[in-house]
């Protein structure tokens, strides 16, 4: 047996909460087409050691969004997304929360897409990283549309004393993450112009002066975001102002973005990097 068939399959402990069914198929499809050795992590640091100690197994995680998410970012911290490819089986309480997996191409129901983990092909997919080190593998959005999922910190100075004690205080970043992610009726951020300054490769897009209803930044292939700027408008409709650019830099007062399904902020300035093929996943062929 090569060691494309020895996986490693990371059950995420939500998955197994809101769809025990999905994620026993899941198992026995590829218990039936691998070798498989099965990590039940009932925390985040858990589930970090799972991949860190992966060997030369495939890692494949069983769960949401935030569980691909967070294996991403895991492999990002190690230095090792170069070297492996992740493989899903979305299993989420909601359509919404695998929207990102299925956005990316995984097949839909735990057969298929544990097939496709079987059997699919690497696929080679940009990356946006920030200068805080965080991953965004699907889209930013500001403001943010959707639940809040976690922030860096209570002040506008990006993070304040949270991310501080994150930093020097390990086990707290895991129980705050953990926290953000059993958390059941998280608030809603409401939606509304903004004032920010938007720039794509140092050109500004968009300054201070002008109110915006909202932004977004994407990864687009070929090394380069897409970034796309509703000005708010009074009367007379105004044009998106679109560009494509390998960082994007967006600033002002504070403000929240969500990136992927995590809500973040308030902070005053963020930049985003495209690395460009950064991260494998196995899709189907």
């Known amino acids: 047996m090569s060691a494309r068939d020895q996986l490693l399959v990371v059950i995420d402990p939500v998955a197994r909460r809101t769809d025990g069914e999905s994620v026993r198929i899941a198992k026995d499809v590829l218990g039936a087409g691998a070798g498989v050795r099965v990590c039940l992590p009932e925390s985040p640091e858990e589930f970090r050691k799972a991949l860190v100690r ?10 949401d969004d935030r569980a691909l998410l967070r294996a991403v970012t895991v492999l990002h911290g190690e230095r090792a997304l170069a070297s492996a490819v992740l493989s ?7 359509a919404s929360a695998v929207r990102l997996a299925r956005g990316l191409g995984v097949p839909a129901g735990a057969v298929a897409a544990a097939r496709a983990v079987l059997e699919g092909t ?4 940009d990356l946006l990283v920030d200068d805080r080190d ?9 403001p943010p549309v959707g639940p809040v999922g976690g922030h860096d910190g209570p002040d ?19 129980c705050q993450s953990l926290v953000r992610t059993l958390a059941v009726r998280p608030s809603r951020v409401p939606a509304g112009p903004s004032r920010l300054r938007v720039e794509a490769d140092g050109v500004t897009l968009v300054d201070l002066d002008q109110p915006v209803e909202g932004v977004s930044v994407v990864p687009g292939g070929g090394g380069l975001a897409r970034v796309e700027v509703h000005p708010a408008s009074v009367g007379a409709e105004i044009a998106p102002v679109r560009a494509r650019a390998r960082s994007v830099t967006v600033s002002g007062p ?5 990136a992927d399904a995590v809500v ?16 494998g996943l196995t899709l189907p062929g």
């Open 54 to 63: 992966r060997g030369t197994r495939r890692p494949v995680v069983i769960g």
């Open 88 to 94: 899903v089986v979305p299993v989420g309480a909601a």
């Open 122 to 125: 690497p696929r080679r997919l």
């Open 134 to 142: 965080g991953v965004v593998l699907g889209d930013v959005r500001i």
């Open 156 to 174: 506008g100075a990006d993070g304040g004393d949270a991310a501080v004690g994150g930093e020097r205080h390990p086990w707290l970043r895991t």
């Open 254 to 258: 504070d403000f929240r973005y969500r």
């Open 264 to 279: 973040t902020g308030p902070v005053r300035t963020r930049t985003w990097q495209v690395r460009p093929q950064a991260w």
